[in-house]
């Protein structure tokens, strides 16, 4: 439960600093996917079945946000995250690279499934050049912020350790 409040607590945050703070970082018109990084750590520390229902929530949160069909990012990140669950468990764990290789490859795929996605529903502007190298950008920002988001993403994601807690008699 306590895991669970965590997570939610991510997903809050994410989307409050993806549309307030992460808005005036823009370089050459794209912005880090925070909430997709955030998909990325949480499915690589739990796994598909949580990357994908993890994925859906904070995909849904931005979309509210964002102009596109609502649920394009919640499906585009549940398929991500479910992605990388998929492949985490045979990632090496110990390398110090894998957070902004795990962030930029994440965030390509997540931004060519967002596109594929809108275009295939009638979002005319998403399937051209211009898309392509926004999420290109957007991948290379979502490398850079992997460090700093997957050890505190790793952190709320943990498991409570319940044999150091004591009941009183």
Request: with cysteine.
């Amino acid at each position: 439960m306590i895991r669970r409040i965590r997570l939610g607590f991510v997903v809050l945050v994410a989307v409050v600093l993806q549309t307030t703070l992460f808005t005036h970082l823009r370089v050459d018109g794209a912005v880090p996917d925070l909430g997709l990084v955030a998909v990325l750590a949480v499915a690589y520390e739990c796994g598909p079945e949580r990357g994908v229902v993890f994925g859906f929530l904070c995909g849904l949160g931005m979309d509210l946000f964002l102009t596109t069909p609502l649920g394009l990012s919640a499906l585009a990140w549940a398929i991500t995250g479910y992605a990388v669950g998929v492949f985490q468990s045979s990632i090496v764990r110990t390398t110090p690279w894998l957070a902004p290789l795990l962030g930029g490859v994440g965030g390509l795929f997540g931004g060519l499934v967002f596109l594929t996605v809108g275009g295939a529903v009638g979002e005319a502007g998403l399937l051209s050049f211009s898309g392509v190298r926004t999420v290109l950008i957007a991948a290379a920002y979502d490398a850079l912020v992997a460090p700093l988001v997957f050890p505190l993403v790793r952190r709320a994601a943990r498991v409570p350790d319940m044999s150091s807690w004591r009941v009183r008699s």
